[in-house]
């Protein structure tokens, strides 16, 4: 389970109200797989990733917006879990086997999240947050 608490503010409110939807939905996707509901992950699954297009394309509109000069290299970054996490939703889908995804789950995205957040986004917000 991720605690919001222990992950870091950013300067832009939309961007925490939306991190904290993010962990809410992780920590729903958790308990699914705790109660080894294969077809309740993958809802879970596909709702994080209708999220984090939503999110991460409002992300991508206000670096748009204020010319944030490493606009690519934090697209990019999105577009690379985007695609890993469809990936993962269709090995689910074909396999309907949670153990392949244990690691996903439980390690993988957490960790890329909570760095994500400490880095690019913080980095992100604060320059929006100046340049508003
Ligand atoms: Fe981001």
Redesign the pocket.
């Known amino acids: 389970m991720i605690n919001f608490s222990e992950l870091p503010l950013v300067a832009l409110d939309f961007?925490n109200q939306d991190h904290q939807h993010a962990v809410d939905l992780i920590n729903d996707i958790e308990k699914q797989y705790e109660l080894a509901d294969v077809s309740a992950v993958e809802a879970g699954l596909k709702l994080l990733q209708e999220h984090c297009i939503e999110?991460?394309a409002h992300?991508e509109k206000e670096m748009r917006k204020y010319s944030f000069p490493p606009y690519q290299v934090?697209k990019q970054?999105?577009d690379r879990v985007l695609m890993e996490l469809d990936m993962v939703i269709k090995q689910l889908n074909n396999h309907r086997d949670l153990s392949k995804i244990l690691g996903y789950l439980k390690n993988e995205f957490p960790t890329w999240f909570a760095q994500?957040?400490a880095t690019?986004?913080r980095m992100?917000a604060q320059f929006i947050a100046m340049n508003m």
């Open positions: 961007m999110h991460f992300e934090h970054e999105h994500h957040l690019m986004d992100t």
